[in-house]
Structures are given as structure tokens and as C-alpha cells.
């Protein structure tokens, strides 16, 4: 079944403990993204990958880092996390980048709420 | 740069009753645009979507929205409400003209279908 998963799907942790929450394809998609949903807000991107080994900021970039050496893997990390940070997080992927030029549907995982206290 | 507003938060009908989701979009370039929808605790699935071929979109559950350009307009309808249709729904704008961004995508505030019995 094609799809996007992404783990754990629930998270509680403390402020500045690192965490990583995995994200994973199977559609052999070039672009990945990562979303975080806060009320009121909808989903802003925090960091996109146009393909291996490329990574950009989005609009919310600060306190999370992301690295892209497979295809199919796209972990979002925070170093030190903050209780601003508690939020809902989505990974999505598409099949192409550029040269879609926005045309393709993005496939989104499940979500993970993490909680920073 | 692009944006979108939906503008309600909330909108309740009863079972049966047409539905309205209204969103207007600002995009300096050709966009491509999207009606994604969010049911509780789950993911984010495509209900449908516009990228510059019929300006009449149909989608899946029987929803459909239409491009207007000249209002910059993009709601969603649906001629008769189901109690499975309770959910928040997201427009959302990608930007077709900047190569740079891939496969960007551009949130709305949401707005949460209330559909009573």
C-alpha cells in the first residue's frame, strides 16, 4: 500500500531533551516536506527536500533541523525542543519538485502530537 | 507571495443541506489549488483539485469547487450535507511559477463542517 508513515505517532517529552520523529515514503517520491498544525493557523512548512541530499527552509524553519541521505526517509530532528514547539506535525511527500511546479498532490502521513513540557 | 483565506471557521448545516466553504487565494504566478480535508485524529486527505484545465472541479464524496479567477475564488460545495462530511477543511494554494520552492503549498486558517441531524 502506498503511503507515508511516520514515528511515534504520540510524543511527550521536556524541554531540551533531542528528539527525532521519523518519517518514511514508499512511492519513490523526490519531494518530502514537513508541517506543523496549530489552531488557527492551518499548516505552515517547516523544511522541503526536493531530492537527495537537498534540503530548504520553509516558512517556520527555527528550532528543527532535517536531512534527506535516502529517498524514502526524511527525519525531522529537534535538537534541544521548547514547549512552542508542542504541536501537531505532518510529513508529506509528492512525486516531483520543480518540475511539477506545484501541480501534484501532496501524500500526507498520520501526524505525530508531540507535547514539550 | 502567495496566500489563502477561507473565510469562515465554522459553518454548520444539517444533514441534507447544501454545503458552502468559501476561500479566496492571492498568487502573483499561476496557481494550483487544492481542497484538502481533515477528519478527527487522522491525516490529511485530497478532496480535489485545480491546475489550470476545467475551471468546474469535481472531487471525491460528491464535492466539487470551482475556479474564478476574476473574483480570486476557489469554494467548495456540495449539494447535499452528510454526517460523514463533519470535518475541517483546508484550501490550499501552490505556487506553479517559482521552480525554487517545488512543491510548495500554502495553507488556510481551516474551517471546521459541523453537519447536524
Known amino acids: 500500500e502506498a503511503q507515508v508513515t511516520q514515528n511515534p505517532r504520540y510524543l511527550i517529552t521536556v524541554t531540551g531533551k533531542k528528539l527525532t520523529v521519523t518519517c518514511s515514503q514508499n512511492?519513490?517520491?523526490?519531494?518530502m516536506s514537513w508541517y506543523r498544525q496549530d489552531p488557527g493557523l492551518g499548516l505552515r512548512q517547516i523544511y522541503y527536500?526536493?531530492?537527495?541530499?537537498?534540503?530548504d527552509k520553509g516558512d517556520v524553519p527555527e528550532g528543527y533541523k532535517v536531512s534527506r541521505k535516502e529517498k524514502r526517509n526524511f527525519p525531522l530532528i529537534l535538537e534541544s525542543p521548547s514547549p512552542n514547539q508542542t504541536s501537531l506535525y505532518f510529513c508529506?511527500?509528492?512525486?516531483?519538485?520543480?518540475?511539477?511546479?506545484?501541480?501534484?498532490?501532496?501524500?500526507f502521513g498520520p501526524g505525530t502530537r508531540l507535547t514539550v513540557l | 507571495a502567495q496566500s489563502v483565506t477561507q473565510l469562515d471557521s465554522h459553518v454548520s448545516v444539517s444533514e441534507g443541506t447544501p454545503v458552502l466553504l468559501r476561500c479566496n487565494y492571492s498568487?502573483?504566478?499561476?496557481?494550483?489549488l487544492f481542497w484538502y480535508v481533515q477528519h478527527p485524529n487522522k491525516g490529511l486527505q485530497l478532496l480535489l483539485k485545480?491546475?489550470?484545465?476545467?475551471?468546474l472541479v469535481k472531487g471525491i464524496n460528491g464535492f466539487e469547487a470551482e475556479f474564478k479567477k476574476s473574483e480570486t475564488s476557489f469554494h467548495l460545495t456540495k449539494p447535499s450535507a452528510h454526517m460523514s462530511d463533519a470535518a475541517e477543511y483546508f484550501c490550499?494554494?501552490?505556487?506553479?511559477?517559482?521552480?525554487?520552492?517545488?512543491?510548495?503549498?500554502?495553507f488556510g486558517a481551516g474551517t471546521i463542517l459541523r453537519v447536524k441531524s
Open positions: 512511492m519513490n517520491h523526490e519531494y
Open positions: 485545480y491546475t489550470s484545465a476545467a475551471t
Open positions: 490550499v494554494v501552490s505556487d506553479q511559477g517559482k521552480p525554487r520552492y517545488g512543491n510548495k503549498l500554502v
Open positions: 527536500s526536493m531530492n537527495v541530499e537537498v534540503t
Open positions: 498568487s502573483s504566478y499561476s496557481p494550483s
Open positions: 508529506a511527500s509528492s512525486l516531483s519538485g520543480a518540475l511539477a511546479g506545484g501541480r501534484n498532490e501532496q501524500f
